[in-house]
């Protein structure tokens, strides 16, 4: 990209004497083609077709439930705040125009990529939609589904516009995540040469925007899906599928409904998947590349205009941090909503409705209660009365715990609400319990996470100590913090799931046998609890990449030094509130997991017509038994998969930095007048290299997770074909072991032969029968070796990189020797380690053990 001549000309006087001016990474603003269309649309017939848009939401809600109209009611109430808030932080001062053009070109650069990712990704949507679309039109059908006029046609079409739907929902929700993001930064910048409270309002208040339009359109983007297929499928009028019909076994009631959404989460998981990965690599690539060669080789501090790589560092920010968590919560919330309807659908044959229902009513009292907490942190004191700089965390905090507060009255005001039965008066309370159970489990994550990552606590510390010995024991002091820092989260989660599971089952509620029926919905209750502040939660994640970003871009336009105070003294607490809510995901997603797997054999056994599970959630002679080979097998490759998966991903960070690191020095060789303010740095090949870089590296992880459950599932069904049939000629005995040698080969060779021995595995199963239910047990036990496996490997990675990143932070307040120190330049090398596990490969995996989960749910059938 051509850069001004004044740029290029060194000889036009020293750079800082000069007027800051930035390139552009495009030559004009990114606007989607929705908003473009819009915008075209004369306002009084936008406004009419809105009021009809409403019109027609209510009329669908009012038809199903008075409860789907409450829902409503309190989205699209959030929703007018959000405008508020949005409207409220864009009325703030952009500061000098040196911050403005340093802005300009991270908004500029995040949305280039941004448009270039998400474009690949709806490439990748449409193909697998497709593929959706074929298997579902060749897959069995349940006698429900028939007797009810759901055949294999109209199957297909829900689910694919129901995945359809949540993908584009999910982009929607990275997109406005980075959209408030690249606008808020620089205000936070000029907020901070007034006062610290001011910037951290209107920081605050920047994510709490992003946070409620996310959980608002998870919340209202599957209660209208709900509500649609209600009404379309004619439920509960004679003749039409019920909302819950009985399979073959009367004491296992199975909820058609909910299953149709497993579409919508399997679609978010999907965007969430790559765009946390194409995230993760552009953000920690470019910061990796700037801090080796920036801070270490050439000595000059963190986001110095002279950096070739800063900008990209900065931009990296907005589109892994933001839209990539953005994405992340999105898929979480509908995740857990979904697994929690199909376990309440389980329940409503012979107890209410709003058992189905009851998620949807939490998360929308989440938008109210996050509301709050958002809004009771206020600029209180006189910008123009220099003060004491308060502790951002404990403001934070406080705002957390009103958040906190009201969650436990509106989640116990739910379950009174929704949850009373006459069959079991007392049931309610314990599902309150549960609920409760879940929030303190929220809260004990996050101190946690806080413990283990925050520098005024003994962990970090003694981590930044280590580095004054050298880079090799601050690495292995990282590692041991992160393998110590799982057990607790781990003992944590086994006591809540325990309790509430103990909660449920002696709720009172029980089958037509008398066997109690509660224990699985008590943790779907739990995991609500815990993502009941999920918007205050994301509000705060969010807070922190802005604040990143505040601090670059005073650097970059040489504030004075008090200023470059207050930003550093955010982005430390915002490197806290990241790490805490990565915690709080993969906390979330431990428990979410567990329900989509119970989901997901709950599926198995309507189809497959046999039962999975016992009265009393108890597995029985169909049980997941890793005695068996193929079964064990199983579980084995889960747990391959999340370390080949982890490997490939901190891999792709590894290629891309190398590319930045090269072309980095290159630049400083090549112009030395960079180092000495007479040159400009091409900021934009930097940009360039790490977008093409990490668009090109995302696919393998990524088709990685996708392909795996589809192969091993599979494979199995091959092999049993083969194993049971006997009485097949010699000949033919011979050709099946060749297919199954070439099935194995296949997994190694490429992606097309693992789809090709899938079909062939597929028809050796349609030929002969094998065991029963071998190929969904075995994708059974990949998913529960996967989570387990899934949820240490996260702890770890986002815990020590974490406490790397803040150890460093400490070292530069000027402790053990300061910055350019040798203490310092060990703390950089332990934080450039942490960053691909920090926000790339950590972060992916809580999307990873929910999108394993999802994706076994929507193509169970081919594994029967």
């Known amino acids: 990209m051509m850069m001004d001549d004044d740029m290029e000309n060194g000889g036009l006087g020293p750079y800082q004497d000069r007027p800051r001016t930035f390139p552009n990474m495009r030559s004009k603003p990114y606007v989607p083609m929705i908003f473009r269309i819009l915008m075209r649309i004369n306002i009084r017939v936008l406004f009419v077709l809105l009021l009809l848009c409403l019109g027609v939401v209510f009329y669908i809600g009012a038809s199903t439930s008075p409860i789907i109209v409450f829902v409503f009611s309190v989205c699209i109430i959030t929703f007018i705040l959000s405008i508020y808030l949005c409207k409220w932080v864009l009325s703030k001062d952009e500061g000098p125009p040196e911050m403005a053009?340093?802005?300009?070109?991270?908004?500029?650069?995040?949305?280039?990529?941004?448009?270039?990712?998400?474009?690949?990704?709806?490439?990748?949507?449409?193909?697998?939609?497709?593929?959706?679309?074929?298997?579902?039109?060749?897959?069995?059908?349940?006698?429900?589904?028939?007797?009810?006029?759901?055949?294999?046609?109209?199957?297909?079409?829900?689910?694919?516009?129901?995945?359809?739907?949540?993908?584009?929902?999910?982009?929607?929700?990275?997109y406005v995540g980075m959209w408030v993001s690249v606008r808020a930064n620089v205000r936070v910048s000029s907020a901070a040469r007034r006062s610290a409270r001011e910037a951290l309002q209107i920081a605050v208040r920047a994510g709490g925007f992003s946070a409620i339009v996310v959980v608002g359109m998870a919340v209202i983007g599957i209660a209208i899906l709900y509500a649609t297929f209600y009404v379309w499928l004619g439920v509960d009028t004679p003749g039409s599928m019920k909302v819950t019909d009985c399979s073959l076994f009367t004491d296992r009631p199975v909820a058609n409904l909910p299953l149709l959404l497993v579409g919508y989460g399997f679609g978010a998981s999907f965007v969430a998947l790559f765009a946390q990965l194409g995230g993760g690599i552009y953000t920690k690539a470019a910061d990796v590349g700037a801090d080796l060669v920036g801070k270490v080789e050439q000595g000059i501090p963190e986001d110095d205009p002279r950096n070739p790589a800063v900008i990209a560092d900065l931009v990296?920010?907005?589109?892994?941090?933001?839209?990539?968590?953005?994405?992340?919560?999105?898929?979480?919330?509908?995740?857990?909503?979904?697994?929690?309807?199909?376990?309440?659908?389980?329940?409503?044959?012979?107890?209410?409705?709003?058992?189905?229902?009851?998620?949807?009513?939490?998360?929308?009292?989440?938008?109210?209660?996050?509301?709050?907490?958002?809004?009771?942190?206020?600029?209180?004191?006189?910008?123009?009365?220099?003060?004491?700089?308060?502790?951002?965390?404990?403001?934070?905090?406080?705002?957390?715990?009103?958040?906190?507060?009201?969650?436990?009255?509106?989640?116990?005001?739910?379950?009174?609400?929704?949850?009373?039965?006459?069959?079991?008066?007392?049931?309610?309370?314990?599902?309150?319990?549960?609920?409760?159970?879940?929030?303190?489990?929220?809260?004990?994550?996050?101190?946690?996470?806080?413990?283990?990552?925050?520098?005024?606590?003994?962990?970090?510390?003694?981590?930044?100590?280590?580095?004054?010995?050298?880079?090799?024991?601050?690495?292995?002091?990282?590692?041991?913090?992160?393998?110590?820092?799982?057990?607790?989260?781990?003992?944590?989660?086994?006591?809540?799931?325990?309790?509430?599971?103990?909660?449920?089952?002696?709720?009172?509620?029980?089958?037509?046998?008398?066997?109690?029926?509660?224990?699985?919905?008590?943790?779907?209750?739990?995991?609500?609890?815990?993502?009941?502040?999920?918007?205050?939660?994301?509000?705060?994640?969010?807070?922190?990449?802005?604040?990143?970003?505040?601090?670059?871009?005073?650097?970059?336009?040489?504030?004075?030094?008090?200023?470059?105070?207050?930003?550093?003294?955010?982005?430390?607490?915002?490197?806290?509130?990241?790490?805490?809510?990565?915690?709080?995901?993969?906390?979330?997603?431990?428990?979410?997991?567990?329900?989509?797997?119970?989901?997901?054999?709950?599926?198995?056994?309507?189809?497959?017509?046999?039962?999975?599970?016992?009265?009393?959630?108890?597995?029985?002679?169909?049980?997941?038994?890793?005695?068996?080979?193929?079964?064990?097998?199983?579980?084995?490759?889960?747990?391959?998969?999340?370390?080949?998966?982890?490997?490939?991903a901190c891999s792709a960070v590894g290629k891309t930095a190398q590319e930045v690191v090269n072309e980095v020095r290159r630049q400083f060789i090549e112009r030395p007048g960079i180092m000495e303010y007479k040159e400009k740095p091409d900021y934009a090949r930097c940009v360039a290299i790490v977008a093409s870089a990490s668009l090109r590296e995302m696919i393998k992880p990524g088709a990685l997770a996708i392909i795996s459950p589809l192969v091993i599932g599979g494979w199995v069904l091959a092999l049993e074909g083969e194993k049971n049939d006997h009485h097949i000629p010699p000949l033919s005995c011979i050709s099946f072991t060749h297919l199954s040698f070439l099935w194995a080969l296949s997994t190694v060779v490429s992606a097309f032969r693992n789809s090709v021995a899938l079909v062939l595995g597929q028809l050796v199963k349609f030929a002969h029968e094998g065991h029963a239910l071998l190929g969904a047990k075995v994708v059974a036990a990949l998913l529960m070796f996967a989570t387990v496996s899934g949820i240490l490997m996260a702890l770890f990675l986002n815990t020590a990189g974490g406490a790397w990143d803040n150890a460093k932070k400490f070292i530069e307040t000027g402790a053990l020797g300061g910055k350019g120190s040798d203490t310092h330049k060990a703390a950089v090398t332990g934080d450039t380690v942490g960053d691909p596990f920090k926000d790339t490969a950590g972060p992916s995996l809580h999307v990873l053990i929910k999108m394993l989960a999802t994706i076994t749910l929507v193509m169970a059938p081919i594994f029967l």
């Open 101 to 174: 053009q340093i802005s300009d070109a991270i908004r500029d650069g995040a949305e280039g990529f941004f448009r270039t990712q998400y474009g690949t990704i709806s490439k990748m949507a449409c193909l697998l939609a497709l593929v959706i679309f074929c298997i579902y039109l060749f897959r069995n059908t349940t006698p429900q589904q028939e007797a009810s006029g759901i055949g294999r046609s109209n199957s297909a079409c829900i689910t694919v516009a129901a995945f359809l739907l949540g993908a584009l929902c999910s982009g929607i929700a990275g």
């Open 316 to 648: 990296g920010d907005n589109v892994g941090d933001c839209a990539a968590r953005g994405a992340d919560l999105f898929e979480s919330i509908a995740a857990e909503i979904i697994s929690a309807m199909i376990l309440g659908g389980t329940m409503v044959q012979r107890y209410p409705s709003g058992f189905i229902l009851f998620p949807l009513v939490v998360h929308s009292f989440d938008l109210v209660i996050s509301s709050i907490g958002i809004l009771s942190i206020r600029s209180s004191r006189d910008s123009s009365v220099k003060a004491p700089i308060e502790d951002p965390m404990a403001i934070l905090q406080k705002g957390y715990s009103v958040t906190i507060v009201l969650a436990v009255l509106t989640f116990g005001a739910s379950t009174r609400w929704l949850l009373y039965t006459e069959q079991a008066p007392s049931a309610w309370l314990n599902f309150a319990l549960c609920g409760l159970v879940g929030i303190i489990t929220a809260y004990i994550f996050v101190w946690i996470t806080k413990y283990y990552t925050d520098y005024k606590h003994e962990p970090v510390r003694a981590l930044a100590l280590s580095s004054s010995t050298g880079h090799g024991t601050n690495i292995i002091a990282g590692v041991s913090l992160g393998l110590e820092s799982t057990a607790p989260p781990v003992l944590v989660i086994s006591v809540s799931i325990v309790s509430a599971y103990w909660l449920g089952q002696t709720s009172g509620l029980v089958d037509e046998s008398g066997n109690p029926i509660g224990g699985l919905f008590g943790t779907a209750v739990a995991t609500m609890g815990m993502l009941s502040t999920a918007a205050y939660v994301l509000t705060m994640d969010m807070f922190g990449p802005i604040a990143d970003n505040a601090g670059g871009i005073v650097e970059m336009s040489q504030q004075p030094e008090s200023v470059r105070e207050i930003t550093d003294v955010l982005d430390a607490v915002g490197n806290t509130t990241k790490a805490t809510t990565k915690g709080f995901a993969i906390g979330s997603a431990a428990l979410a997991s567990f329900l989509l797997f119970s989901a997901y054999m709950d599926e198995v056994a309507t189809f497959a017509q046999e039962p999975f599970k016992q009265a009393g959630n108890y597995l029985i002679d169909c049980q997941v038994d890793i005695a068996i080979p193929e079964v064990f097998v199983g579980g084995l490759l889960g747990s391959m998969l999340i370390f080949l998966f982890s490997g490939w």
